[in-house]
């Protein structure tokens, strides 16, 4: 009787070198991907304030590219479950490359409703920046899985730090170019995203997805959309826990993504320059990324719903400040740093719980769903947050972002009752 045929096993050796080379890679383009839409997203809000003329319509330049982050997370997932992460990274950045070209044009032919749709293709540097978080995790040993995703988060403070203290001079350079005013910093974030792809397309070799599945002896379960999806809610329903961490993803997410996308619009108003307001959202970067290899550290060794608690009370504490700020620049600034480290708790601890809940081969569909849900309803919560604060004030804004949070804590641990037979 012979037994039968068997594939050879991949060396230790060889998985652990892999994974180191996979973490450099990711962590490279994670730098300039994090000055692309750091870049971006620091004048996004006041470029649309200025060519609307509404506080309200400001408040859509956040949604747009949040959105397009959304709408881009699944075909991302996708590109991926066929070709592996690097197929679905290169997806992501080629198409922010393009919606940056395409708002610098709007800039120059002062259309705002052309810049909403060029910023909903810049959400694309979103939803690879994203991804990358779960590549890092494919060939990670169980447990060690936040701490790897953290330290590719962790890359992006760089760039993202950087980002949009480079707006003003990328703004001057574009004006002695002859571009229109606050247009060179989106064909600056274009070439940000030009290497990006660079990187990815060039270097991700081995893919560490197609990679793992070897390893695994396992085949892509993702497919058409609407199999991607199915196959994401079918686990979900199954797997409570990586449920509680993908709303828990959401909701942070969301929080941070209302109070900082209206946060320029308010100091602007206030009278603040374009430096402050660099300022101020560099140490909200700072706050969401430098701590993160700490927040994946912690996660792995005390647990993820825990690191998720700290997560939703830091969120509570920026919403408290926010509401409460007035006209202090510096109290608008605490909140923001606290705003970025309980997004870091929520989506390290977050993504690393969704990961280590599902099996291998549904991993590109949950995760992909999960970024879709997130960019939702982070979309949501800055439509929401445009109203609230065109219509009452930001002070509003702080006190809806609490009870948010405040509910969602309460959901994660209060314990629930065992479904009756």
Request: charged share 10%; with cysteine; aromatic share 4%.
């Amino acid at each position: 009787m012979t037994s039968a045929p068997t594939k050879p096993a991949v060396p230790a050796y060889d998985r652990i070198s892999v994974q180191r080379r996979t973490l450099s890679v990711l962590s490279a383009a994670q730098i300039v991907g994090g000055v692309g839409m750091a870049v971006g997203i620091a004048l996004s809000s006041v470029v649309v304030d200025e060519l609307s003329g509404s506080t309200v319509i400001s408040g859509f330049a956040g949604t747009a590219t949040t959105l397009g982050a959304a709408l881009l997370a699944l075909p991302t997932a996708r590109a991926a479950g066929r070709g592996g992460r690097r197929a679905g990274l290169t997806l992501a950045y080629a198409a922010a490359l393009a919606g940056c070209v395409i708002s610098a044009t709007a800039i120059g032919l002062r259309s705002w409703p052309l810049l909403l749709v060029g910023l909903v293709l810049v959400g694309g540097g979103s939803a690879g920046n994203l991804a990358a978080r779960y590549s890092a995790t494919d060939l990670s040993p169980r447990g060690r899985s936040a701490r790897h995703l953290s330290l590719v988060v962790w890359a992006a403070t760089v760039g993202s730090v950087a980002g949009p203290n480079l707006a003003e001079p990328a703004d001057r350079i574009g004006m002695r170019l002859g571009l229109a005013a606050k247009a060179g910093p989106f064909l600056f974030s274009a070439l940000a995203f030009t290497l990006a792809l660079v990187i990815i397309f060039g270097l991700l070799r081995p893919d560490p997805l197609k990679l793992a599945r070897e390893l695994d002896g396992t085949r892509d379960a993702g497919g058409a959309r609407t199999r991607t999806i199915r196959a994401a809610w079918e686990t979900l329903r199954t797997t409570p826990m990586a449920l509680r961490a993908l709303v828990m993803i959401a909701v942070s997410h969301t929080a941070m993504v209302s109070i900082m996308s209206m946060t320029p619009v308010k100091l602007h108003h206030d009278g603040s320059n374009l430096e402050v307001i660099g300022l101020v959202i560099s140490l909200h970067i700072a706050g969401m990324y430098m701590l993160s290899p700490v927040v994946g550290w912690l996660a792995d060794r005390v647990g993820k719903v825990p690191v998720l608690v700290l997560g939703m009370a830091l969120l509570l504490g920026a919403a408290a400040s926010s509401g409460t700020a007035g006209h202090r620049v510096w109290q608008v600034t605490v909140a923001l740093v606290l705003l970025g480290l309980g997004w870091s708790c929520g989506l390290v601890a977050g993504s690393a719980l969704v990961t280590e809940s599902v099996p291998i081969d549904r991993r590109p569909a949950v995760q992909g769903l999960s970024d879709l849900l997130m960019n939702v309803c982070g979309a949501t919560g800055t439509i929401v947050a445009g109203a609230i604060v065109g219509v009452l004030s930001y002070g509003a804004l702080g006190l809806g972002v609490g009870v948010m949070v405040t509910v969602a804590t309460l959901w994660l641990v209060v314990p629930r009752r065992p479904a009756t037979p």
